[in-house]
């Protein structure tokens, strides 16, 4: 089986300091869906594990949340493709749960749900606290420069292991050409 984790915001879609808050705000990084396709003709099974903090801030609520992840399988429908799970922690930092990435609490419960190890599976995201807990868990930390990435290579010390790409695109270029 091969899995892909993916984070949304700044890697799937545009990311926004001020919250992407509605179904009109989600917006796909051009060449991300299509991305995404190619995966799931390569035989990945592609998870998207994502802070949603927004939920528990009030910006926006759980069906708003729901309605831009119907957008986002609407339009990879039209493409052929699919994500297989979307896992979210809906808590604020001060929340101190055990879900929000940099914790590992997303990650272990793909690992339990999926009965595999995540070691060397693959996981895209555009900030540190994407990669932490990939790293943590033994799985295959990739940057890309889109969203928050390009700020994030900026502060990448003690993180040499990381794999750094332009975008979705070309992250998934590098890994079905390996």
Not at 91 to 119: F, Q, V
Not at 162 to 173: G, S, T
Request: proline content about 4%; charged content about 20%; overall charge negative.
């Amino acid at each position: 089986m091969k899995l892909i984790i993916l984070d949304r915001d700044g890697v799937i879609n545009q990311d926004s300091d001020e919250y992407v808050k509605s179904v009109d705000e989600w917006i796909p990084i051009a060449g991300s869906l299509e991305a995404i396709a190619r995966l799931n003709q390569a035989g990945y099974q592609v998870l998207v594990a994502t802070n949603q903090s927004g939920v528990g801030r009030g910006y926006y609520d759980l069906s708003t949340l729901n309605a831009m992840h119907q957008k986002m399988h609407k339009l990879l429908s039209k493409l052929g493709a699919h994500v297989d799970a979307i896992l979210f922690c809906p808590h604020t930092p001060e929340d101190n749960c055990l879900c929000r990435k940099p914790a590992t609490g997303m990650y272990e419960e793909i690992a339990n749900r999926w009965g595999t190890s995540l070691k060397g599976v693959p996981v895209v995201g555009d900030t540190r606290r994407d990669l932490e807990p990939a790293i943590a868990m033994g799985a295959r930390p990739i940057l890309v420069k889109t969203g928050k990435g390009a700020q994030t290579m900026l502060d990448l010390s003690n993180m040499k292991t990381i794999e750094i790409y332009e975008n979705l695109a070309h992250a998934v270029d590098g890994l079905l050409t390996a």
